[in-house]
């Protein structure tokens, strides 16, 4: 028994002795695991850098950079547009950025490049799935790539994997545009930053099927949230992604005016045509970018247009303004309904720009109108129990509330929406409209989309689009199918010009019945179908697939209240030939497509016409992406990957504390951003690295370089665990042997716990 007893303690004390070593393991492989991070202090930065809070206190990380510039060709009434991200990795580890930028509502997006080194990568359109699968396997293997994809008509996400330590990743995209004209004045829209959505949450729902089973659903109505939400950086640590712009314009005609109405420019003009440039060389991207010209007095253009030959076919894009003779001298009887968004993303500067844009609108009320005000935010308020005489008292009341509005809370647009267009007089006697005030910032446009379809009625409905970074998607479509016009207003000094155009749309009626009549025997494909009426200074552009070779005389009719006017146009080859008329067609198609979508329908008819068009025309659309894939494998087997979202500025203007609430101590400090000087190379300024998941705050997972750490760790526990095991069984051993008490009282055994 002594010989037992001896053995036993010494294969105890081996068994045991063991135990620090495994923790130690596992200590090790927990610590290697993060040792091959890059960890900085703001003491240790010798240039401007963003830093992000990493897990250890005090540390560090330095984050992604991003720089962006944009060439604009103009040319007549098409635009040409390269955008240009520049994606620096400053850290040590292998990231994946996801950036979410802004387009143009109407942007025909066709090109994709990828340029690393002097290598350049042309991209491919695939339907969305297959794109984003091609994408995901090349990131996973190593390869560079970059996944352009559409999340609304004018908000697009860039993926861009496998940038290396030190590298530098540039994306070029291109589209093509059609020039916005109303009273003879062009103008141009470029956006530079995307706006926080107020995102309703989803609803849960009682169903019962057709054998009465009873169930619960939910409905989202913002079923990709997750894609629209990118973080956003707070003011006070800003301003990230600068930006610098060129636009050459080539406008065939006499300029007299051009005005950037939100940027500072340097301009050299000729008498036809300009190049421009931003005065301080870049900008922050914070604010939309829009310019206007007009021509001089007698020679404005009433009608222009233009033709392509492409693969067999010719397309042609034609612009009219028609005749709409003087302006009405007595307004038609009016029922106007206001709604003024005051929710908090109209805080700043946004929030007085439309009071100040509704109290000139009552003050253009006519006694024989009748009118109402509707208010919201997380909630609505309806001023009036029904539409009532706008006489001196009722308007004072409705001034009065207009200057008591404050802004905050959330933006549940939908039921000021309804509330607006419900109709109990049904007063056919005058003309209904609804004039909406808001920056559109949501995500549920589809939900009110379908509203507009289902409950306007006779009701038009006319958008004014408030602050540096309105949702123009939003408005333009709310105006498409509310059978209204959409107005914008980016800074104070627009409000009168802008609501003077906006009333002599409101009180001169709406040119209606509009027809085109082409050539006998020529077939066309014309958008949009049907034509929508026109309100006073507003021209119709129409897009037009024809057979090769088509001539003829193609006219366009339409009525102005009992007036009918015509307008005869010559197709010939003689037209100007323009490049990418073509993909203006198909964005157009894409568009009226969409929108016949929402009206009702066979759904999946429509996503297939839609993918065929958008795939033969090589356009990005909701159905289909971009992707670009260098073959050669860049991130070494074992490197792990970092996914990292770049964060967009808050508008200028906006209130970041009434969107967001009160910041949080232990959400990721961000050092100021400093924009460089190499212009040439697109001026980098540092862009913060974040999680996907915004909403985490106790810091950020960070690169495991050159570490396996998941594996390490899953050994020092498994070993960990077989250690535990070993003694365990030991110990039933010892239990049922008898020998445990003579182990207990052996001199060289002593408990520690």
Not at 322 to 335: F, I, K, L, Q, V
Request: one cysteine or more; hydrophobic letters at 40%; charged letters at 25%.
């Amino acid at each position: 028994m002594a010989a037992l007893t001896l053995t036993t303690d010494r294969s105890l004390a081996r068994l045991l002795s063991l135990l620090p070593l495994i923790l130690v393991c596992l200590v090790l492989s927990i610590v290697g695991a993060r040792a091959d991070i890059s960890y900085v202090s703001p003491n240790d930065m010798q240039r401007g850098a963003l830093l992000l809070k990493g897990k250890e206190p005090g540390k560090y990380v330095e984050a992604p950079i991003l720089a962006t510039d944009v060439d604009i060709q103009v040319t007549g009434p098409t635009g040409r547009t390269r955008v240009t991200q520049r994606f620096e990795n400053p850290g040590e580890g292998w990231v994946e950025g996801i950036y979410v930028f802004p387009l143009p509502e109407d942007a025909a997006v066709d090109t994709l490049k990828m340029v690393i080194g002097d290598k350049v990568i042309e991209g491919e359109i695939k339907e969305k799935v297959e794109a984003r699968r091609i994408y995901e396997q090349a990131r996973d293997a190593g390869q560079r790539a970059s996944l352009v994809e559409q999340e609304r008509p004018n908000l697009f996400t860039n993926s861009v994997a496998n940038i290396g330590p030190g590298e530098t990743v540039i994306i070029q995209i291109e589209y093509q545009e059609t020039i916005r004209q109303s009273n003879n004045t062009f103008s141009l829209r470029f956006p530079m930053v995307v706006a926080p959505r107020y995102n309703p949450q989803p609803t849960i729902v009682h169903t019962v099927d057709i054998d009465n089973r009873n169930g619960w659903g939910v409905i989202d109505p913002v079923p990709d949230r997750d894609r629209i939400e990118p973080p956003v950086q707070h003011p006070d640590d800003g301003p990230i992604n600068p930006v610098t712009l060129t636009l050459s314009l080539d406008a065939g005609f006499p300029i007299d005016r051009i005005v950037s109405h939100h940027h500072e420019v340097r301009i050299e003009r000729g008498e036809r045509n300009a190049t421009l440039t931003l005065k301080d060389g870049d900008v922050p991207a914070d604010r939309d970018f829009e310019l206007t010209w007009t021509p001089e007095e007698g020679s404005e253009p009433t009608a222009a247009l233009f033709r392509e030959t492409w693969k067999g076919e010719d397309y042609l894009l034609l612009m009219v303004t028609p005749p709409y003779g003087e302006e009405a001298e007595t307004a038609p009887a009016r029922e106007v309904i206001f709604v003024i968004d005051n929710s908090g993303s109209m805080a700043g500067e946004s929030m007085p720009q439309a009071k100040e844009s509704l109290l000139k609108a009552l003050d253009r009320l006519k006694p024989t109108d009748t009118f109402n005000v509707v208010r919201f935010d997380d909630t609505h308020e309806v001023l009036f129990d029904q539409s009532i005489r706008a006489d001196r008292e009722n308007l004072n009341v409705a001034r009065r509330f207009v200057r008591s509005l404050e802004a905050d809370g959330g933006t549940e647009m939908l039921p000021a929406l309804q509330a607006a267009l419900h109709d109990p007089l049904n007063d056919t006697s005058r003309l209904r409209q609804v004039i909406f005030l808001t920056d559109g910032a949501i995500g549920n446009e589809q939900q009110l989309f379908e509203a507009i379809v289902d409950q306007a009625g006779r009701s038009r409905l006319f958008p004014v689009g408030i602050g540096s970074a309105p949702n123009s998607f939003f408005m333009t479509r709310a105006a498409e199918m509310g059978r209204g016009a959409f107005t914008h207003i980016g800074s104070e000094a627009q409000i009168a010009e802008r609501m003077k155009e906006l009333f002599l749309k409101l009180e001169n009626p709406a040119m209606t019945d509009l027809r085109l009549v082409w050539p006998d025997g020529v077939e066309a494909e014309a958008w949009p179908t049907p034509l929508p009426d026109l309100y006073r200074g507003e021209p119709i552009v129409l897009s037009a697939k024809v057979a090769d070779g088509t001539e003829g005389t193609l006219r366009l009719t339409g009525k102005t209240g009992d007036d009918v006017w015509a307008i005869d146009m010559e197709i010939s080859d003689q037209a100007p030939d323009r490049a990418g008329v073509s993909q203006l067609w198909a964005r157009r198609k894409i568009a009226s497509l969409e929108a016949a979508r929402t009206m009702g329908g066979d759904w999946d008819a429509f996503d297939k016409e839609i993918t065929e068009v958008a795939l033969a025309h090589h356009l990005v659309s909701r159905l289909t992406s971009l992707v670009a894939v260098d073959k050669t494998p860049a991130r070494p087997a074992g490197e792990e990957l970092t996914e990292t979202e770049i964060p967009l500025n808050l508008p200028a203007g906006w209130e970041f504390e009434k969107v967001f609430g009160e910041p949080d101590a232990a959400a990721p400090v961000m050092q100021r951003a400093r924009a460089g000087a190499m212009r040439s190379m697109l001026a980098a300024a540092p862009a913060p690295m974040v999680m996907a998941d915004a909403s985490q705050t106790q810091g950020i997972a960070l690169p495991q370089t050159a570490s396996e750490a998941p594996a390490l760790i899953a050994q020092g526990i498994m070993m960990l665990l077989l250690a535990l095991s070993l003694l365990a069984g030991w110990f039933v051993w010892m239990k049922q042997s008898g020998t445990a008490s003579m182990v207990e009282r052996s001199p060289s055994f002593k408990w520690r716990w």
